[in-house]
């Protein structure tokens, strides 16, 4: 059986909550990584910010990036999936929330991400097929 920690890309950092956009932009940066979760003061998961969020919904608003935080694009209730989770678990989660990257957590900490490169270098073509028509056909 194939897992989420078989295929995620470890190395995953959390942004606090409290953190400004520059600094999560500069992170991303140093990173080079298009995604960032954002952890809580217990460091739970309570959403993720991407380089487009800070895009779109800060600099493209006339929002100063250094007087933003990152709480404040966190929108919704934010997915995860265990480490231990089956990789089919793993499409379902994505491709029925129809998002394109994933924390993946164990013992409550985050360990990787599993982004859409991640599923293009592990999986079969039959289910990289299912996961792009679950995201991108709809």
Same mark, same amino acid.
């Given at each position: 059986?194939?897992?989420?920690?078989?295929? @995620?890309?470890?190395?995953?950092?959390?942004?606090? #909550?409290?953190?400004?956009?520059?600094?999560?932009? #500069?992170?991303?940066?140093? &990173?080079?990584?298009?995604?960032?979760?954002?952890?809580?003061?217990?460091?739970?998961?309570?959403?993720?910010?991407?380089?487009?969020?800070?895009?779109?919904?800060?600099?493209?608003?006339?929002?100063?990036?250094?007087?933003?935080?990152?709480?404040?694009?966190?929108?919704?209730?934010?997915?995860?999936?265990? $480490?231990?989770?089956?990789?089919?678990?793993?499409?379902?989660?994505?491709?029925?929330?129809?998002?394109?990257?994933?924390?993946?957590?164990?013992?409550?900490? &985050?360990?990787? @991400?599993?982004?859409? $490169?991640? &599923? $293009? #270098?592990?999986?079969?073509?039959?289910?990289?097929?299912?996961?792009?028509?679950?995201?991108?056909?709809?």
């Amino acid at each position: 059986m194939t897992t989420a920690k078989d295929i @995620m890309h470890e190395g995953a950092q959390w942004i606090p #909550q409290t953190e400004t956009l520059d600094v999560a932009a #500069q992170l991303m940066r140093d &990173l080079n990584v298009g995604a960032l979760p954002v952890a809580d003061k217990n460091e739970r998961l309570c959403g993720i910010i991407t380089d487009r969020d800070i895009v779109v919904k800060c600099i493209a608003e006339g929002i100063d990036p250094s007087q933003c935080r990152a709480a404040d694009l966190c929108e919704g209730t934010p997915r995860w999936i265990d $480490a231990n989770a089956d990789v089919e678990d793993v499409l379902h989660e994505m491709g029925g929330h129809r998002i394109k990257r994933i924390p993946v957590i164990e013992n409550k900490r &985050l360990v990787g @991400m599993i982004s859409e $490169a991640d &599923l $293009a #270098q592990h999986l079969t073509d039959e289910q990289i097929a299912e996961f792009t028509e679950l995201v991108y056909a709809r």
